[in-house]
């Protein structure tokens, strides 16, 4: 999902002159394309952006968020130069994450059959291999080197 006013940023446009060409031709833009984010996911995500919001800062209106095919149908409705590059990165970056998202995924089942095969023998080591594909989830680092036991913390 990428946010109307990030677009329009990418477009060297304004947000409002981006969802009036929307507007215009919104038939082209199904749910599945595009669609406005309620009060509820607007606010979480500024205040996941901000401490503080500044009075008259922000968009009265709830932003759209697109979809890969919002942006993909963009270039049909933004006919300039620009609007053509911007999505052609925007696809590709897409397109990229998705494959990530499958290989890591395909990967996971291939360590999870064998780990199911040969649990015993190798646990330790798909223990190591489960810690790196969860990379969400950090451990703290354990201190190492010489300690002086005569100096007190």
């Given at each position: 999902?990428i946010?109307?006013?990030d677009?329009?940023?990418?477009y060297?446009?304004?947000?409002?002159?981006?969802?009036?060409?929307v507007k215009r031709?919104?038939?082209?833009?199904p749910?599945?394309f595009?669609?406005?984010l309620?009060?509820?996911e607007?606010d979480?995500?500024?205040?996941?952006?901000?401490v503080?919001?500044?009075?008259?800062r922000?968009?009265k209106?709830?932003?759209?968020?697109f979809?890969?095919?919002g942006?993909?149908m963009l270039?049909?409705?933004l006919?300039s130069?620009?609007a053509?590059q911007?999505?052609?990165?925007?696809?590709?970056?897409?397109?990229?994450?998705r494959?990530?998202?499958i290989?890591n995924?395909?990967?996971?089942?291939?360590?999870?059959e064998?780990e199911?095969?040969n649990e015993?023998r190798?646990?330790?080591?798909?223990?190591v291999?489960?810690?790196l594909l969860?990379?969400?989830k950090?451990?703290p680092?354990?201190?190492?080197g010489?300690?002086?036991?005569?100096k007190?913390?």
């Open positions: 999902m946010l109307d006013k677009l329009a940023i990418l060297g446009a304004e947000t409002k002159a981006l969802n009036q060409a031709n919104i038939e082209r833009f749910d599945e595009m669609f406005r309620n009060k509820q607007n979480e995500i500024l205040r996941s952006q901000f503080t919001l500044e009075m008259g922000y968009s209106y709830l932003p759209y968020a979809t890969e095919y942006v993909a270039s049909s409705v006919n130069k620009k053509i911007v999505n052609i990165q925007i696809i590709k970056t897409f397109v990229r994450l494959e990530i998202i290989s995924k395909e990967l996971r089942q291939k360590i999870e064998l199911k095969k015993k190798f646990k330790v080591i798909f223990d291999i489960r810690r969860d990379a969400g950090k451990e680092l354990k201190e190492i010489f300690r002086d036991r005569k007190k913390k």
